[in-house]
């Protein structure tokens, strides 16, 4: 694809009513979206996207844990956010009659596996790069996901 074609067709998106197009031409495919003003939701069964207290930080590319004073001083759970290097859909398990890679209250290591982010045909493992227990998955299965989406929560051991 030709990079003027792209440019015009990110132009036209951004005038346009449209949010997202995404085109396959001779084997290559782009995809232009855009999402103003939108804030971010968390996709769960539970009520609460977070833990009770415990709120995402606002800093673009941070994961660092989240942490809360509790009225005793005393600091509360600390969870870290792993969030998604890429643009994807997610899955939870490797196939889709597969058990899922980890399930909430699960104890997980630096380097576990806990889901797959397809992209462009390919599948990209997501590993845990800290050691805790599992406490939230915030993205249903099968949804995409954007880069930097928070995507699990592991309370830190």
């Known amino acids: 694809m030709d990079l003027a074609y792209v ?3 990110i132009k036209l998106i951004e005038k346009s009513d449209v ?5 396959e031409e001779e084997g290559k495919k782009i995809r232009v979206a855009k999402h103003k003003n939108q804030q971010p939701t968390f996709i769960q069964a539970a009520a609460q996207p977070y833990p009770q207290g415990i709120q995402p930080s606002s800093a673009p590319g941070a994961s660092a844990s989240s942490v809360q004073s509790s009225p005793t001083g005393k600091p509360e759970v600390k969870y870290h956010e792993v969030r998604s290097p890429i643009v994807g859909t997610f899955y939870r398990a490797p196939a889709p009659d597969a058990e899922p890679y980890v399930e909430i209250g699960q104890n997980v290591s630096v380097g576990s596996v806990l889901c797959i982010v397809e992209a462009m045909k390919l599948m990209n493992e997501i590993e845990s790069d800290v050691s805790g227990r599992l406490a939230q998955v915030l ?3 099968g949804k995409p996901v954007e880069y930097n989406q928070v995507i699990f929560l592991i309370e830190k051991s």
């Open 139 to 141: 993205v249903e299965n």
């Open 7 to 9: 440019k015009k067709v």
């Open 19 to 23: 949010d997202e197009i995404e085109i």
